[in-house]
């Protein structure tokens, strides 16, 4: 147990002797996992994109394949596309993108214009939607969600204290497992947070399942389920995130989501997109 937290641990953990308060404070400021998407701000790399809006029965609405490649020189970035091709009404009469889904998968991965002055430090950032509005504010509301899962969110009606999974009041209501195992030839401990039955609709991240390299703690792979239903917001989201190293930095490879997604201001969205990262130049 640490504090309220009831913690399983595998034979193979407890026969490693695990520090768990010490794991549970790393997991709980876990800086690699953003780190490894600042990354991608200081390389080249080419990426295979797939989004998809789907109706209410599942029938493809619109879509986007793309070919993209970033490029980095002089401490600058900007990106070129390869091929596209585009179905439905994915873009409107001028280009702009019809779906919310779309427009915050382009907000993480495509630039339209060079990109000066970046880096890939992490240390003392903070996201921080309450200078914002509108849809930049909803951005950054998201991205809080995307990178920081288990984070206290400020700003978010209804949920931001429903966020924070490792506050020992909401903790409480989870079943926690710290196992060991491989992945991608990795030997990594493996995080997994589920949500106990009976308090379902009543926390905003219904499963994680981490796995952090057992010498570096860099997180190697992340899946993850959320969701939520009040009147502002309604939404289930699951996610995946699969690292790679290069230079030795880690950076992601394979990112996943399916969406449906309900804000007050805006139609239902019912989104997949898929983005495989390759390539990698410094």
């Known amino acids: 147990m640490v504090g309220k937290k009831i913690i399983t641990l595998s034979e193979v953990v407890v026969n490693n002797k695990l ?26 790399f080419t990426a295979l994109n797939d989004i998809r809006m789907l109706d209410k029965n599942g029938n493809l609405k619109a879509s986007l394949k793309s070919r993209t490649r970033q490029y980095r020189k002089h401490n600058c970035r900007f990106m070129q596309t390869l091929d596209e091709a585009v179905t439905g009404d994915f873009y409107d009469n001028n280009l702009n993108y019809n779906y919310y889904t779309a427009q915050m998968y382009a907000s993480l991965f495509f630039t339209k214009d060079s990109i000066c002055g970046e880096n890939n430090i992490v240390a003392g950032f903070a ?63 493996v995080f997994i947070q589920k949500v106990k039955p009976g308090y379902e609709g009543k926390v905003v991240l219904d499963e994680m399942i981490t796995w952090f390299n057992d010498s570096t703690m860099e997180v190697v792979a992340r899946k993850y389920a959320l969701s939520y239903s009040a009147m502002v917001y309604k939404f289930k989201v699951n996610m995946e995130v699969q690292m790679t190293t290069f230079n030795g930095l880690t950076v992601p490879s394979l990112i996943r989501y399916v969406g449906d997604w309900k804000a007050i201001t805006k139609k239902r969205e019912r989104g997949v997109f898929t983005a495989t990262l390759f390539d990698f130049k410094k």
């Open 19 to 44: 520090n768990v308060p010490a794991f549970i404070e790393k997991v709980k400021n876990d800086s690699s996992f953003y780190k490894a998407f600042r990354n991608l701000r200081i390389i080249g």
């Open 127 to 189: 996201f921080n939607a309450k200078e914002k509005s509108g849809m930049e504010k909803n951005k950054e509301q998201l991205k809080m969600l995307f990178f920081n899962p288990g984070k206290r969110i400020s700003g978010l009606p209804f949920m931001s204290n429903k966020t924070a999974i490792y506050d020992d009041d909401i903790a409480s209501r989870y079943d926690m497992r710290i196992d060991l195992e491989e992945y991608n030839n990795t030997s990594c401990y």
